[in-house]
């Protein structure tokens, strides 16, 4: 079997790859500690796919103690390329109703207390991040994801800390910013995989109106997962068909992300600094310090 080159992140309610066959599972160790629970890999309707369960299998991690930094680790070690991530996400917007799916194509950073680099400890890179989700993987996502359910493409998606739920000021405020839906997983993942030039993609499943809304029941776990059940279904559909449909060479610009983002000179960097992170900078890390790396190095 060959290396995956997509893997499936699946959040609440979402803790095994239904079809996937020959499926071995591997236990990765990672200079950030252990990813949330072992990865499966197995052929997913002839292609070899890779599935984690964020929260682990039994759901025992909050979104605040998720090892993003393992996970994301782990998978760049086994060759995967694109992760298409699944969340549950609360409704900002009346037209965005439960059961609905949106790919979102901004984010917004409200959470506190993730570390969301790779980098640090005797090397600085700074990406760019003004696109966070990868524009291939999103159009063929949302084109698999309409023949399922509705389907909202674009959209901006607030991340908090969790593990609570908002409060109605706080749910009015995220509204006047702009965002579209609420979720509390999708950072630091989009991040990390930016920085291990992975494409990333998310498929939101809208499970509630957040606090915002007058006409409908409080935001409680029971009404999430409840409603997240009816969706888990379609949405494990929508992964069988983009494993297949995704092109096998990629056309963005995803991997290539960290190409004039590292700035520290090779000299200063140390031994220890590049085994931690050989995954990921090793094609650039000889090229750190050169002209073109030091520009970006402006704030």
């Known amino acids: 079997m060959t290396d995956p080159r997509i893997a499936f992140i699946g959040g609440s309610g979402l803790y095994e790859m239904d079809g996937l066959s020959d499926v071995r599972h591997v236990d990765v160790d990672t200079p950030f500690g252990s990813p949330s629970d072992s990865i499966a890999i197995g052929s997913l309707d002839g292609v070899t796919a890779a599935f984690l369960p964020r929260h682990g299998r039994g759901h025992r991690l909050s979104p605040t103690e998720i090892p993003a930094r393992a996970n994301i680790y782990a998978l760049k070690t086994l060759g995967v390329e694109r992760i298409v991530s699944v969340s549950a996400v609360g409704s900002l917007r009346e037209h965005i109703r439960p059961l609905d799916m949106l790919v979102p194509d901004q984010i917004i950073d409200r959470t506190r207390n993730r570390t969301n680099t ?14 966070p989700f990868c524009p291939e993987i999103s159009s063929t996502l949302a084109d698999a994801a309409r023949k399922q359910a509705t389907t909202h493409v674009g959209g901006t998606c607030v991340v908090i800390e969790g593990p609570q739920f908002s409060t109605r000021a706080e749910s009015e405020l995220y509204r006047s910013f702009g965002a579209d839906i609420i979720g509390m997983t999708a950072l630091p993942e989009a991040k990390l995989a ?3 030039e992975m494409c990333y993609a998310t498929l939101a499943l809208v499970t509630d109106f957040d606090t915002w809304h007058q006409t409908e029941d409080d935001v409680s776990a029971d009404l999430v997962i409840a409603n997240l059940r009816r969706n888990v279904t379609s949405s494990r559909l929508v992964m069988h068909e983009i494993a297949s449909e995704l092109p096998t060479e990629r056309s963005c610009t995803c991997g290539n992300a960290l190409e004039s983002a590292i700035i520290t000179d090779p000299e200063y ?3 220890e600094t590049r085994e ?3 995954a990921i900078i090793g094609n650039y890390a000889p090229k750190a310090g050169t002209a073109a790396n030091m520009t970006v190095g402006r704030r």
């Open 118 to 131: 790779f980098f640090g400890n005797g090397i600085v890179a700074h990406i760019a991040f003004s696109d």
């Open 194 to 196: 930016r920085e291990a």
């Open 269 to 271: 960097i140390g031994k």
């Open 276 to 278: 931690r992170l050989s």
